[in-house]
């Protein structure tokens, strides 16, 4: 009989040509962009003009919602998404366990005469109620605490989502408890995205900018990294469908060693999935920009544009989700896990941050001696932040997932650093060695005079690039490459966004002590050198993957999490939960609950990794190796038997033995509280056998479908 590895094998090479994707040219393409979006061009066609005009200061400039346009933008929504087909509607938010969540409601119900009519008030549009106490909330509920409601959040809009026989209009929304506590991931968002748009305001007005008006904001492109594999090869790791990585697999002869994978030409299978993802994702308005084979075979990456950080952060969970659903379609299974496969690269999201006023991006070098002066201290803001929060950061990637891949050669360190580039630390060397009262002119040529004379325009890009740094300046943003694969944007831009507001917050206060506008530029450099001095430690142009970083960071005073264990520490604390709550971002029972919620989901892989390990040990991998004991057995004990077959036999058996072994002390930590560090050591000692078994074990014998399968046929 065919095993389940053996007809996996068969059936993916049995898939055959991949299907043609439609609606991919470029004339349906920008015919149809963004059709099943409630976005401001429909807004402007459906809605009465002074309702509009409304909306839009609030989509735009963050101004209050007026609640009496409700019933206006309702009845419009309505009668556009059922022009598109929509029967249904729903309150779309992202709950605390880092997916997404809604609930469907007919936009159909009787009228008083028993007729089916479509009803949708601004009631239905404004606000909702789920049970929160179904949710995680780390404490904030109880079970008998349940109403929760969900509120429409305008700055996002609302868009169509299609099933195979559905389509359904989603309202993206806050969620919140009775009490008025955050259970989600959008509310502390646009908490620090307000943060961040007042410090931004303050600092403008401290350099003589009337800013109360000008428009802010924070852009977000996130890099998302995934593999793909062939659902036959998924369906027959009992791991792969229940933790979403191999608990088991022995590296094969081949894997990434030849760097041939990375940038190759794509297979036209996956092509085919790509193409109908990106179609998909353009028609909900969502900008699919870059497409291409990753390092690890089977690996892959899509990248959006740049948008505005909230709208950002949801197309992303729609990335993850269009990606998941329509490799189902093609056969296939995308994995988001952030180590699906051991011994080759992990998957990463790369969060590319920037910072704008008025259209000027804050993070770009200018052309004169004002906008470098802000440039300069919007940078020295952001060292700051990092440096005395690295912490707060790290604990914003500290997932189980994450742990396998950070600090590994495709990741960078635990270990929060900034990269900066030679030309900008000079920069910043240069003024840290001017002081205010240095005496003697010095040479215009050798040092850059903030606001005094001009700072020469730097090239397009001021640094070269260094994928070893988790902070790294990337000429007009910063990419934060430590964030895993599977992870919610939002969480981790809401730390960036509230670290980085408070220090621009206190760099302002400090610009406005210089007593107006005219002092600004005989002490600035002073400011800037005072702050680059201080936090300087946090700035590293090397290698981070050399062993000698860790060292050298130990002696620098900067914090090194190695796991989630650790990296949550830094929710306790109680001066970070001081800062914190002086933000606004968060409350302290929030932060409380954030804390519980994130170790009772790290808790809970580990044993539901743990206690599948024990199970596919004893029930698969054992099993296979009784089997070929069974058939050495008449050789080893035959007195003409060759020396290899006993050898070999020998090998089998102590190679059981220790699988034998090492289950039962995985079995006994299972047993104890707070043991997730030993689970995992005995989980890795427990594959040690496992693995080794692999290598020895008949190919006909061995059920579990290999690395070498899994990630080279397709």
Not at 34 to 57: G, W, Y
Not at 93 to 119: M, S, V, Y
Not at 192 to 204: D, N
Not at 484 to 503: D, F, H, K, V, Y
Request: glycine share 6%.
């Amino acid at each position: 009989m065919s095993t389940p590895r053996e007809n996996a094998v068969s059936s993916v090479a049995a898939n055959g040509i991949p299907r043609k994707c439609e609606g991919c040219s470029v004339e349906e393409v920008t015919s149809s962009y963004a059709e099943d979006v409630f976005n401001t061009r429909q807004m402007k066609k459906l809605l009465p003009n002074e309702t509009f005009q409304k909306l839009i200061k609030t989509v735009r400039d963050g101004a209050a919602i007026d609640p009496a346009i409700a019933d206006d933008v309702a009845t419009a929504m309505k009668n556009w998404a059922i022009s598109r087909g929509a029967t249904h509607f729903t309150h779309w938010f992202q709950p605390l366990t880092g997916t997404t969540a809604e609930k469907h409601d007919a936009l159909l119900e009787p009228d008083e005469d028993q007729n089916f009519i479509a009803r949708f008030s601004g009631k239905n549009l404004i606000v909702g109620e789920s049970d929160a106490s179904s949710f995680p909330s780390g404490g904030l509920r109880s079970t008998f605490e349940a109403r929760g409601y969900t509120a429409w959040d305008p700055t996002s809009p609302a868009f169509i989502r299609r099933g195979t026989n559905s389509a359904t209009l989603c309202i993206p929304t806050a969620f919140c408890s009775y009490n008025c506590e955050a259970l989600d991931k959008k509310t502390p968002l646009l908490r620090s995205i307000q943060y961040m748009k007042k410090a931004v305001h303050r600092l403008m007005n401290a350099f003589g900018e009337n800013s109360e008006d000008a428009h802010v904001q924070i852009s977000l492109g996130a890099e998302q990294e995934y593999f793909l594999i062939d659902r036959n090869f998924y369906l027959a790791r009992p791991d792969l469908i229940q933790t979403g990585r191999t608990l088991f697999g022995a590296p094969p002869p081949k894997h990434q060693q030849l760097d041939d994978h990375y940038y190759g030409a794509i297979h036209p299978r996956v092509l085919a999935f790509m193409a109908d993802v990106e179609r998909r994702l353009w028609h909900l308005g969502i900008p699919a920009k870059t497409r291409h084979n990753e390092v690890a075979p089977a690996q892959f990456e899509l990248a959006p544009l740049f948008e505005d950080i909230n709208l950002a952060v949801d197309h992303n969970m729609l990335i993850m989700e269009i990606l998941r659903l329509t490799a189902e379609e093609h056969g296939l299974v995308c994995l988001l896990h952030e180590k699906p496969f051991a011994g080759i690269n992990g998957s990463g999201k790369h969060n590319n941050w920037s910072l704008a006023c008025d259209g000027v991006n804050l993070l770009n070098p200018g052309k004169n001696p004002r906008q470098n002066a802000i440039f300069l201290t919007t940078l020295c803001a952001i060292i700051r932040a990092v440096d005395m929060h690295s912490d707060l950061l790290r604990a914003a990637t500290a997932t189980q997932g994450n742990d396998f891949r950070l600090g590994a050669n495709e990741a960078p360190p635990a270990i929060i650093s900034i990269f900066l580039g030679s030309q900008l630390v000079n920069v910043l060397e240069q003024l840290s060695s001017e002081t205010e009262n240095d005496g003697e002119k010095r040479d215009r040529k050798s040092i850059f005079h903030i606001g005094v004379d001009a700072l020469p325009p730097f090239p397009l890009d001021a640094t070269d690039r260094n994928r070893t740094s988790p902070f790294a300046f990337t000429s007009n943003k910063f990419e934060f490459r430590a964030p895993g694969s599977s992870q919610s944007c939002a969480g981790i831009c809401t730390i960036l966004n509230m670290i980085a507001a408070e220090s621009l917050d206190c760099m302002a206060e400090k610009i406005e002590s210089f007593g107006g506008k005219q002092n600004i530029s005989a002490k600035l450099n002073s400011l800037l050198a005072e702050v680059f001095n201080k936090h300087k430690r946090v700035i590293f142009n090397g290698n981070g993957y050399d062993a000698d970083w860790i060292r050298e960071a130990a002696k620098r005073g900067l914090p090194n999490a190695p796991d989630t264990l650790d990296a949550l520490e830094a929710l306790k604390k109680e001066d970070n939960i001081t800062f914190i709550e002086k933000t606004g971002v968060f409350t302290r029972a929030e932060i409380r609950s954030r804390y519980e919620i994130l170790m009772n989901d790290y808790r809970n892989r580990i044993r539901i990794e743990g206690s599948l390990s024990l199970l596919m040990a004893r029930t698969i991998i054992l099993p296979a190796a009784l089997r070929h004991l069974n058939i050495l057995l008449p050789l080893k004990s035959s007195q003409d038997a060759p020396a290899f077959a006993k050898e070999n036999y020998n090998k089998v058996a102590f190679l059981a033995d220790a699988l034998t072994t090492a289950a039962e002390k995985l079995e006994l930590r299972l047993e104890e509280d707070n043991a997730e560090r030993n689970i995992l050591s005995a989980m890795a000692e427990l594959r040690v056998a496992a693995d080794r078994l692999e290598h020895i074990v008949p190919d006909d014998l061995w059920l579990l479908p290999k690395y070498r399968e899994i990630l080279f046929i397709s």
